[in-house]
């Protein structure tokens, strides 16, 4: 089962920053916290992923609190194209890979 | 540099057929997964492969499902027989290892489109 909870549907006007929560109250030390998006019916894609600092990438920031319990994902300013399911995951990296558990996510819908 | 890459893109089988799914990871990930989506429901991991070891199968639902990797690079998954709730969407992923740190982003597949009548 998923580790995560975040919100079914968010809306964001075109423009404008998108904030997608994500609650991870049992995460471990050793679990990253990671954000894949799914646009429409293709395969998923990576965006951002973070262990206790924010981060910052040409996609989106990942904003995690102190206690890690809970993160933000952030993109700075929504286009239409960014319509998708965004998925918040909490995963152990390491060197032998591991899978990644998908909940039900959030759908962004970006409108003009 | 090619994407993962998966064929076909579209099946429609008849129910008790078998169907054979094939995926193409980018070139030296050893990492490669199979999910899938069934209709209004999440994305579901079914198995992963290092080289062509089996890491992790603890998602394949039943014994009709069958995955190989031989030498390592390519993966197929084969449906025998097919039933009616296999249909859904299968996406492979993959990624390197042992790159520490760096292992951290799946590349996924455009999946395959499974369709059982």
């Known amino acids: 089962d998923a580790k995560t909870t975040q919100p079914p549907s968010m809306d964001c006007a075109e423009g404008r920053a998108a904030n997608l929560p994500c609650n991870h109250s049992t995460i471990s030390g050793n679990e990253y916290v990671y954000w894949y998006r799914q646009i429409h019916s293709q395969g998923p894609q990576y965006i951002i992923h973070g262990l206790k600092n924010n981060e910052t990438n040409e996609m989106a920031s990942l904003i995690i609190t102190e206690d890690r319990k809970s993160s933000t994902l952030i993109l700075p300013h929504a286009t239409l194209r960014d319509t998708a399911v965004y998925y918040c995951i909490v995963r152990v990296l390491n060197q032998a890979g591991t899978a990644l558990i998908f909940g039900k996510g959030t759908t962004l819908s970006v409108s003009s | 540099e090619a994407g993962v890459t998966q064929f076909p893109s579209h099946s429609v089988i008849e129910k008790g057929q078998t169907v054979t799914l094939r995926c193409d990871p980018i070139?030296?990930?050893?990492?490669l997964y199979w999910y899938r989506r069934v209709m209004g429901k999440e994305i579901k991991f079914l198995l992963h492969?290092?080289?062509?070891?089996?890491?992790?199968e603890s998602g394949m639902p039943n014994n009709r499902f069958l995955a190989e990797r031989t030498g390592g690079t390519y993966s197929t998954l084969k449906v025998q027989p097919a039933e009616l709730e296999d249909s859904g969407v299968y996406f492979c992923?993959?990624?390197?290892?042992?790159?520490?740190?760096?292992?951290?982003?799946?590349?996924f597949g455009q999946g395959t489109r499974l369709t059982v009548v």
């Open positions: 492969f290092v080289k062509e070891s089996k890491q992790d």
């Open positions: 992923a993959s990624s390197p290892v042992g790159q520490g740190a760096r292992d951290t982003e799946a590349f």
């Open positions: 070139s030296g990930h050893d990492n």
